[in-house]
């Protein structure tokens, strides 16, 4: 069946970097875009970005430009996410999520990955 | 883009019907029909439960139905029951390859 499968929990200092990965699975990798989400403590979903998985092409909010850096490896059919500058407020849960082929939304969404930013 | 707008809480009891409404503006709900809404229960990821407006995805109840009107999208949930109890956020495509997320609606099940 189609799954993400995220990478585990991370602690930051402020300041530092996190990179996110998100591994697929039951279905052709490069055929879909991954979009980024991620979920503050106790707030709603907020849209990140989004990376074509087939040709690297890439789109952020304009919340994130020159913070974030959306990457892929097709060989391992995994997406990844890095935030630097990291601050307090960047303590969230960050959910990868596939597109299907009829496009615009969200079909399958990973587990989520809990960065906490802490001094 | 700012955040569609949503009620923070909604409720009903078991068997009833709730409607969660979704606001946006002409450059993101009310210019594309491609809205779509999640279901989050507590410390799970989102589900999907409604795309292109109105349409189900394959294993989603059909209690769940949803349609656009203008600027703003709605949510219907019949014959609500406990298991319906979580968070609801719609979704729309904003144009340029953006997305923007509702606030959240926290459905109760009296």
């Known amino acids: 069946q189609v799954q993400l499968v995220q990478s585990g929990a991370e602690v930051k200092k402020p300041g530092a970097s996190v990179k996110v990965s998100c591994k697929a699975s039951?279905?052709?990798?490069?055929?879909?875009?991954v979009h980024w989400v991620r979920q503050a403590p106790g707030q709603r979903l907020e849209y990140m970005g989004w990376?074509?998985?087939?040709?690297?092409?890439?789109k952020f909010s304009q919340k994130f430009q020159g913070r974030i850096t959306l990457s892929r490896d097709t060989f391992a059919s995994t997406a990844s996410m890095e935030l630097s500058s990291l601050t307090s407020e960047d303590t969230a849960i960050y959910y990868c999520?596939?597109?299907?082929?009829?496009?615009?939304?969200?079909?399958?969404w990973g587990s989520g990955t809990t960065v906490t930013v802490s001094s | 883009q700012s955040a569609l707008t949503q009620p923070a809480s909604v409720s009903g009891s078991p068997g009833q019907s709730i409607t969660i409404s979704c606001a946006g503006t002409?450059?993101?709900?009310?210019?594309?029909?491609?809205v779509s809404w999640y279901q989050q229960h507590p410390g799970k990821a989102p589900k999907l439960v409604i795309y292109?407006?109105?349409k189900r995805p394959s294993g989603a109840s059909d209690r769940f139905s949803a349609s656009k009107s203008g600027n703003t999208a709605s949510l219907t949930i019949s014959g609500l029951q406990a298991e319906d109890e979580a968070d609801y956020y719609c979704?729309?495509?904003?144009?340029?390859?953006?997305?923007?997320f509702g606030g959240g609606t926290k459905l109760t099940v009296l």
């Open positions: 990376i074509n998985a087939g040709n690297g092409n890439t």
């Open positions: 002409s450059s993101d709900v009310g210019n594309y029909n491609l």
């Open positions: 999520a596939r597109e299907p082929a009829d496009g615009y939304y969200m079909d399958v």
């Open positions: 979704c729309s495509y904003a144009g340029v390859y953006s997305w923007v």
């Open positions: 292109g407006v109105s």
């Open positions: 039951g279905y052709t990798f490069t055929s879909h875009t």
